[in-house]
Structures are given as structure tokens and as C-alpha cells.
């Protein structure tokens, strides 16, 4: 079977750097997917994961370890806008964590 | 390229009426997924499509639902007969799949918001 596993909120502040981790355990593993979701939109992609190691996107990373079934997300210079869901995937994308509610306070 | 579109956005029906939503996924992608997203159970995958064909659809609650992709360029899902608890927010996502260890994005639609009185 496959399932995902991450905190449900998580709350920083403006300026701050924040960590959203995703634990999994899934068969066929062929990488991790992050996707940010605003209240009121859909899911969009943010970043991907196929090997171990760190992908920069600007100001967002995200970061895997095939080993330890473990990946997360890494933002930095948080703003007000990335007050939003975000969710961990595999690339085939047929189930998504929970998902993580950041909330960003001045 | 106008990505994924889905209608109607907003949808107020009564229980017990048959609802169809749609789906136009994105021109050249081979997969395609209708996810059901609440409040209580967050995002599920209901069934997805692979090259038209239906891979997935262990996800389908119940009988009641119902899905089709008769082409590459169009899909429906089906509530027949709706019921409150199908209340929710259901999304369309297409991605192209090419195999193995490759990102496959999946590019979602705005969404449809159902609302079964």
C-alpha cells in the first residue's frame, strides 16, 4: 500500500524559514512532488524529487532521502502569500498527504 | 494552452438529482484524475484514466459514481443518484506520463464546487 504522512499546521513568521515534512511508505517509489494549494484554488506543482539530495526553486527546496522514506519542503523569506496548503506526492501522483496548513503571521 | 478546464464551476442541486461534471484535460497529456477534496477527508483520488483507459477507480465511493473518458480530450463524472455527504469540491488533473522515474506533473483544474441540498 502507499501512505503519506505530514504535520497537519505549521505557523512562522514573515522573514522566517519553515520545514514541512513528509514521511511515506509506498510501492514503486519513483520520487516525492510538492504542491501548493491557496484557500478557494487548485493544487499546483512547487518541486520534485527523483534521487537524495536538495532541489533549489527560488525560494523554495525541497529535499529527499530515498533511505529514510523521508523527504520536506524548505521555504525561505517567508511572505504573507505562501499561507497555504502544501501536500507531498509521488510523481504518479495517485495519493496525496493530508497535507500541511502554513500559516504566516507578521 | 488554456490548461485544465473544468465545468460547471459551481453546481447547487438537490438531493436525489443526477449531476455530471467535466472535464477537458490539457492537449497531449495521457492521464487523467478526478480527485474529491473536503474539509474531513482532504484531497481523495476517485479514479484516474490512463491513455482513455480507466487504471484506478478504487477510490469511487459507491455506485453511485460514475466516470467516462470516451476520448482524449473530454471526461465526465457522474453523481446519480446525489446525495448531501457528496458535498465537496471536485477537481480534474491531467498530466503526461511517460514512465518511470519522471516528474508527471499533474495540472489541475479550477475545480467544481458541489453543493447537495
Known amino acids: 500500500g502507499q501512505s503519506l504522512e505530514q504535520p497537519s499546521e505549521v505557523t512562522a513568521v514573515e522573514g522566517a524559514i519553515v520545514q514541512i515534512n513528509c514521511t511515506y511508505q509506498?510501492?514503486?517509489?519513483?520520487?516525492l512532488s510538492w504542491y501548493q494549494q491557496h484557500d478557494g484554488g487548485a493544487p499546483t506543482f512547487l518541486s520534485y524529487n527523483a534521487l537524495d539530495g536538495l532541489e533549489e526553486t527560488g525560494r523554495f527546496s525541497s529535499f529527499l532521502s530515498r533511505s529514510d522514506s523521508y523527504g520536506y519542503l524548505l521555504l525561505q523569506e517567508l511572505q504573507m502569500k505562501d499561507s497555504a496548503s502544501y501536500f507531498c506526492a509521488p510523481p504518479r501522483g495517485t495519493i496525496f498527504g493530508a497535507g500541511t496548513r502554513l500559516f504566516v503571521k507578521a | 494552452d488554456a490548461g485544465v478546464i473544468q465545468s460547471p464551476r459551481h453546481e447547487v442541486t438537490e438531493m436525489g438529482q443526477e449531476v455530471t461534471l467535466r472535464c477537458k484535460p490539457i492537449?497531449?497529456?495521457?492521464?487523467l484524475f478526478w480527485y474529491r477534496q473536503t474539509m474531513m477527508r482532504g484531497l481523495e483520488l476517485l479514479i484516474y484514466f490512463n491513455n482513455n483507459v480507466p487504471i484506478d477507480d478504487s477510490g469511487m465511493p459507491e455506485d453511485r459514481f460514475s466516470a467516462k473518458m470516451p476520448n482524449a480530450s473530454f471526461s465526465t463524472l457522474k453523481i446519480q443518484p446525489s446525495e448531501p455527504r457528496d458535498s465537496a469540491v471536485y477537481f480534474c488533473?491531467?498530466?503526461?506520463?511517460?514512465?518511470?522515474?519522471?516528474?508527471?506533473?499533474?495540472?489541475f483544474g479550477a475545480g467544481t464546487r458541489l453543493s447537495v441540498l
Open positions: 492537449s497531449g497529456h495521457n492521464s
Open positions: 509506498t510501492s514503486g517509489f519513483y520520487g
Open positions: 488533473a491531467s498530466s503526461r506520463n511517460t514512465g518511470g522515474a519522471t516528474k508527471n506533473i499533474q495540472y
